[in-house]
């Protein structure tokens, strides 16, 4: 098999079906996502023993029991992927959206309407249910789409695939509009990531080293971030209560997800009285710190149990994803932004403060993807922000930034509504 | 001198000058910019004399008089600098702008605060007024700028940008918020174009070549458009008067912009009434066309003096720039499309109809950055749109699209408001 004439097969037929997506209406597109809910639906089973077989060749080939986790789909989620398309049918449609019409001194009306990338190329991991997430969200912003999966799913993806196609098929839309890369071969991402003619933009969801490698080699835009160093920082005015649990919630939550905070900054004036509570519950919750040397003093003199040990300069840059947590006491606010603006990877930030002048500093100028007041940084996901899904969260300045909806798959070109006017 | 530490010392100083930027406040910026007009018009004589040793000089080694033209200052042109400046300060403030601020059913509150991009390249040929029009946008939207002109206009740049740093020291803004690079190396370009830990975009500005050049060779974000080949479609349904003005108005007000249409698109059925009376006025402005056989038929029925040849599959993707222009006739809307479809540069289209049904496909269906009904393509501008001011126009779908104005020039990051909200 030529892996680059495949490729750029897949690339000139999605190039082809985006046209046709591009001008579908809203109930076109709803029908065909209703229609992929129909197809898994009815084909349970087969996708079920497709799964199995995945997850028996993975077994055999010694993946281990957080990857087969990851791979296995099962009863719960199966709803989940149909429930997932039914919200991404019931999402107002970007599509075609104008903004911002107004009358020029010419006479001519100018406004911006919102319309569908292309193709999108998404490439991710183990996770199969990712098959239906990201063409429902491509589709529905009237882009097409071409899929990679991990090798490791190709069963269970490639069953997905027959009932996307037949969806698509009952709503009369191209069956080309989502194509799932149906070769193991790895050289196949690499074709993917160089045809600006055919795709253009990439959506790689998986591994920090996937995600590197990805963004280097690239020749079209990557929608990516490559880590979560969140802080939380308590401010001198921020209010007792709040500030522990904030840090609590951020910090334990959840461990492994990008929006978990890696790392607690306090300004020195509240270091004593809150350092040790938070430490107290920390360890209930059996994470470790990593301290600065204020902290590590306010602690002992508190005779903390929370297991610790002094933090060294790569800690501040730590994406931990798993029960430790890095703390610094800071001067002062302009302290804590210096901070953040060396070693945060511009992820998610949390102020917690009652001082109204701080919390808007902070809101402007910490330079990350999200930034937040009085929230916890486990907030910063698509749903939480009204987005109703998210294919991925961009840590970059262009094109997109934060959790990624409907929005982030669509431009916008200028509309120009005239009665006959000329330049002169 | 090494050109690779010097552009890279360039980079890093904007990069702690953008930081500065970023944070100061519109007045500042506002005081900065009448600033720096007020140095340019005290330095006047200078300013002249410098770009009169640019203008022996480049005359002495040969430069044909288009380039002598776009290399002379002049009183008129300082005028028109220090008016931008004054329009540039007037303008609205983009950074800081919250917006879509909504409450989630958690109880936070989520929008997005428009945010500087940090830094900006830009590259662009002779013309030494883009050395303030450019420093003035970047600078009002937050950024810091590294300008690159070309060798030929140094003297002339050198002295706009000492009328630059004392603007920004008498602000009390970071001199290195905007720096012209010194050297007239070509490789500087190349280096400033490929390190994106100091660049976040580049804006070039001048020939097809150069543009090419630099977006395949750059590994930032580039916001460009490489041709204009921008097309009036005549529908079915449009009104006689309009349609002629419209063609003659897009194709002739002037040849040399990328606004300019270089193709017309007749439906059939308004051929034989409009064509005739098309080419007698472009006969008139001296345009000679390149006709497809239909085209051909009418004119030759009409007996019209227009000079015309026919038209080969080359014309139908040619950008002019010139007297020249394409017709085509075709069989309705949707053969106007799809010939858009397939030879467009996606900058600019118009189409002239009175149908509505008609207009609003066309709207929706053309995939260019401005798309315009019953208006001349010559509209396709950041100051016609109301933009303020224009740093570019982007053919490109990624991040910006169509004229580029201050909002171009910034990307958006999440806020986040609550009262101590957990995630549960």
Chains 1, 2 share one sequence.
């Not at 429930?83 to 010419?106: F, H, K, N, W, Y």
């Not at 997905?160 to 799932?180: E, F, K, N, S």
């Not at 904030?246 to 300004?267: D, H, M, P, W, Y």
């Not at 998610?348 to 990350?368: C, G, K, P, Q, Y």
Request: hydrophobic content about 45%; some cysteine.
């Amino acid at each position: 098999m030529d892996i680059r004439n495949y490729m750029r097969d897949l690339g000139s037929r999605a190039r082809a079906a985006s046209a046709v997506v591009s001008a579908a209406d809203t109930g076109q597109k709803n029908a065909a996502l209703l229609a992929i809910g129909k197809h898994i639906q009815s084909s349970r089973s087969a996708l079920l023993q497709a799964n199995q077989q995945d997850l028996d060749n993975a077994s055999n080939s010694g993946l281990d029991s957080a990857m087969l986790e990851r791979l296995a789909l099962g009863e719960a989620r199966i709803d989940a992927m149909l429930e997932g398309l039914e919200q991404v049918a019931a999402l107002a449609d970007p599509v075609g959206e104008i903004s911002g019409l107004r009358c020029m001194p010419s006479g001519i009306q100018v406004g911006k309407m919102r319309v569908p990338l292309g193709v999108i190329g998404i490439i991710y991991e183990s996770r199969p249910n990712v098959t239906i997430d990201a063409a429902s969200l491509c589709l529905k912003a009237g882009n097409a789409a071409i899929l990679r999966g991990g090798s490791e799913a190709a069963l269970s993806n490639a069953a997905i695939a027959r009932a996307i196609t037949a969806g698509l098929a009952d709503a009369g839309l191209p069956a080309h509009a989502v194509q799932v890369v149906e070769t193991t071969d790895r050289a196949a991402v690499g074709e993917l990531i160089t045809m600006p003619e055919y795709v253009d933009v990439i959506v790689p969801r998986g591994g920090k080293g996937l995600i590197e490698r990805i963004s280097r080699d690239a020749s079209v835009t990557v929608i990516k971030h490559l880590d979560g160093n969140c802080h939380v920082y308590i401010d001198d005015d921020a209010e007792a209560q709040m500030a522990i649990d904030i840090a609590v919630n951020a910090k334990t939550q959840r461990f492994g997800t990008c929006n978990t905070a890696e790392s607690l900054l306090l300004a020195q004036s509240r270091a004593a009285e809150l350092l040790p509570a938070i430490a107290e519950q920390m360890h209930e919750h059996n994470v470790a710190l990593r301290v600065c040397d204020k902290a590590e003093a306010v602690l002992a003199a508190a005779n903390t149990a929370c297991a610790r040990q002094a933090a060294t300069e790569d800690d501040w840059y730590a994406e931990y994803l798993g029960p430790i947590l890095a703390v610094k006491v800071v001067s002062d606010l302009s302290a804590a932004i210096a901070h953040i603006g060396q070693y945060s990877s511009r992820h998610t930030e949390t102020i917690v403060t009652n001082n109204h002048a701080n919390a808007m500093r902070f809101l402007r100028e910490v330079d990350s993807s999200s930034v937040m007041i009085n929230a916890s940084t486990r907030f910063a996901d698509g749903f939480e922000y009204g987005l109703g899904a998210e294919i991925g969260i961009s840590t970059d300045k262009i094109h997109v930034r934060g959790p990624v909806g409907l929005e982030g798959l669509t431009s916008q070109k200028f509309v120009v509504l005239g009665s006959g006017q000329l330049r002169s």
